[in-house]
């Protein structure tokens, strides 16, 4: 059992990694995956295969009720648990567990960002990441079925659609509408590096199926006998010889097995590298030490930097004039702009949100429960605020050696002044909107945040520490750059600084984030790490 290349994880980037690094016949790759795998799309579970956020769910993935199947009580989510802010109750994270990984769960928003995002990438010491660099690998994840020219691919393995404004149902219209009416600009496509304003989504939603890694790079590679899939299988400690890394200790049906491979890469997400890592003794020494794992190397930056858009919703009870559950699934109209006082470009984004039942104050965040209520009697529509470069850091910290108990996770949302403020200005130009005539007869009356919560600044920032949830976008908890940066645990090959054989490719290793829900980025850093390694980076 001795690989070329063992990767820990088919999620979004170790599904792609596994696919472009077997297509050399010559190098053999092996693929472990904690979760289940689906090799035949016939038998691909319908909550995996329907991504419920651009589509309806067909009848067979519903409960009895009608309710659409809560992600939290499915097999394929680890369903980690983790503290949003010192003020907002336990938050729910889900994360993937299946071959295609987050890929294989999410919400299938396919934004890539702005270049501004990948030159500061590059202005911290990791020049091989400046957007002129990362463009063309942009280009290589897609065939963008409505958009084309320089910014965008044609025979890339994830299909990418824009929603059809013809198709809008009429609260989008009116949302894009009063937008425009309040002077924001449109623009046709959201991934044309000088856009902003309103306009199509943007999506990866391809006929109804959420069009995951796994059905997009490894279903056309699984032919390949140089390619090893090994689902079920999950990697409970790098096994290390010094400073080297020679092989993975495996949990596969209730046994453990040893596997060799010539290079170990980690893509188990921004949860499960850093985790995997701390387990084998590469992390804080104080915090390993204190746990009783035998420290291999000090790397203080791992669980460090935890980075996330946080996002909040202002909801209003159903105007006369809503008709949405007709036409959902005809795509949305997105706005990204600036916040009020920003440097930073498109730091905002708004949309305007299915029927749902608010969030009950004080109780465990999550989207479940919002999607719960999507046929129940009680119905709103939301406007949601996804702040989308934040600077607050939270952590990632491991509080046991035993690989069943997940790390503690603080996103620590909002904790500087400027997140606040634009986050407050986020609120405040949704208010705006929301008295705009466009929007009148589908609104009814505001129920959250209330009167009081809008009162001051102050009112309203108890509010959002109160209410701000996750966007789903957990990365940097394993951040790329120089071995100067006392925090970077990897070179900007993916490599880990000070190990050999060892390297990370997957959200952990972002610097910071993008401006825009992470996939794409995601996937797009696993095309360029496989160039690198083919290249002997
Ligand atoms: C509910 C949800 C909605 C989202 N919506 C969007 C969206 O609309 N648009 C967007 O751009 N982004 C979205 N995201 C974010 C995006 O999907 C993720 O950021 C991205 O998929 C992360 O990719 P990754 O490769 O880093 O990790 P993952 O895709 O999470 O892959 C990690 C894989 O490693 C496996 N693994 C972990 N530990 C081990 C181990 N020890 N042994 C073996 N295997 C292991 C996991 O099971 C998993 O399959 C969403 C995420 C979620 C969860």
Known sequence: ??????????????????????????????????????????????????????????????????????????????????????????????????????????????????????D???????????????????????????????????????????????????AQQAFFDACRASGFAETPDHNHPDSGGVGPGVTNNHNRVRFSTALGYLDPARHRLNLTVRPNCQALRIVFQGKRATGLLVESGGQTFTVEAEQIVLSAGAVGSP??????????????????????????????????????????????????????????????????????????????????????????????????????????????????????????????????????????????????????AGIRLALDLSERPELASLLGKRVDPEDEDLASDDALDRWLLSEATTYSHISCTCRMGPSDDPLAVVDQYGKVHGMEGLSIVDASIMPDLVRAPINPAVIMIAERMADFIRAGR
Request: net charge negative; proline share 8%.
């Open 275 to 424: 985790h995997l890592l701390m387990l084998s003794g590469v992390g804080p020494a104080g915090q390993l030490a204190a746990l009783g794992i035998p420290v291999v190397q000090d790397t203080p930056g791992v669980g460090r930097n935890l980075k996330d858009h946080p996002k909040v919703y202002v909801t209003w009870e159903v105007g006369d004039g809503f008709d949405a559950p007709a036409n959902r699934g005809a795509g949305s109209a997105v706005l990204r702009l600036t916040a009020p006082g920003s440097h930073l470009r498109n730091d905002l984004g708004i949309n305007l949100g299915a029927l749902v039942v608010p969030r009950v104050r004080g109780t465990v965040q999550t989207d479940d429960t919002r999607r719960e209520g999507e046929n129940s009697d009680t119905r709103y529509v939301e406007m949601m605020i996804g702040l989308l470069l934040p600077e607050s850091q939270g952590e990632l910290t491991l509080t046991s050696s035993d690989h069943r108990v997940q790390p503690a996770m603080h996103y620590n949302y909002l904790a500087e002044p400027f997140d606040r403020k634009r986050l407050r």
């Open 120 to 170: 500061a990438w590059a202005s911290r010491g990791n020049d091989q990441w400046n957007y002129e660099k990362v463009l063309p690998y942009f280009r290589k994840v897609e065939t963008d079925v409505d958009q084309d020219g320089d910014f965008h691919g044609s025979d890339g393995p994830i299909f990418v659609h824009h929603s059809n404004p013809d198709a809008w149902d009429a």
């Open 1 to 118: 059992m001795k690989y070329d290349v063992a990767i820990v994880g088919a999620g979004s980037a170790g599904s792609a990694l596994a696919a472009r690094l077997s297509e050399d016949p010559d190098r053999s790759v092996l693929l472990l995956e904690a979760g289940p795998d689906y090799p035949d799309f016939n038998h691909l579970p319908d909550e995996l295969k329907y991504g419920y956020a651009a589509a309806p769910a067909p009848p067979s993935s519903r409960t009895a009720a009608g309710h659409p199947v809560a992600l939290s009580s499915s097999p394929h989510n680890w369903q980690f648990m983790a503290t949003s802010t010192d003020l907002a109750p336990p938050m729910l994270v889900p994360r993937g567990k299946v071959t295609g990984g987050s890929s294989a769960i999410n919400s299938s928003a396919f934004y890539r960002g702005v270049p501004e995002d990948f």
